[in-house]
């Protein structure tokens, strides 16, 4: 049974890299997990709050309400892998869309330098909240961006055609 950790519980947790290179997660009156991961159960809206800790067969072992609550070296570890694990380039500027119908190819510059990808679908480009755009290629990597009002009016203007 999953424990869902209030900040009082979140803070008296212990978490340690194993000589294996292993996240252990280890909670008052329980014994080690080995291999836990942590999974953001909002990335988008809610990034350092609700993030569950599953065990390596993918079952949620404990859900941390709000990272804030943890000690700093174990919020320090989880952040650590949620980065290594997570690859959401953020598109800063679009650059260009291939005229015509899907599939269309968008060469955009991200926070990662310039990138090329497909898109099979208007349907893979969707909101997120009032601002943000999630955008998902031909080979399911997700871009993101966080607030389209930031982008020129060029790109923010091939954005619109398609939201």
Known sequence: MPTDLNS???ATIALHVDAFGRLV?????????VDVAPVRCFPFTSPSERVSLCDEQG?????????????????????QELARREFIPIIVRILDISQGSEPTTWRVLTDRGESRFVLTSED????LGTRGVLITDADGVRYRVPDSGSLDAHGSNLLKRYL
């Open 8 to 10: 009082t519980d979140a």
């Open 25 to 33: 997660l280890q909670m008052p009156g329980a014994a080690p997990v």
């Open 59 to 79: 079952h949620e072992v404990a859900c941390i309400a709000d990272l804030a609550d943890l000690r700093p070296d174990v919020r320090a570890l989880i952040e």
């Open 124 to 127: 893979h480009v969707r909101r």
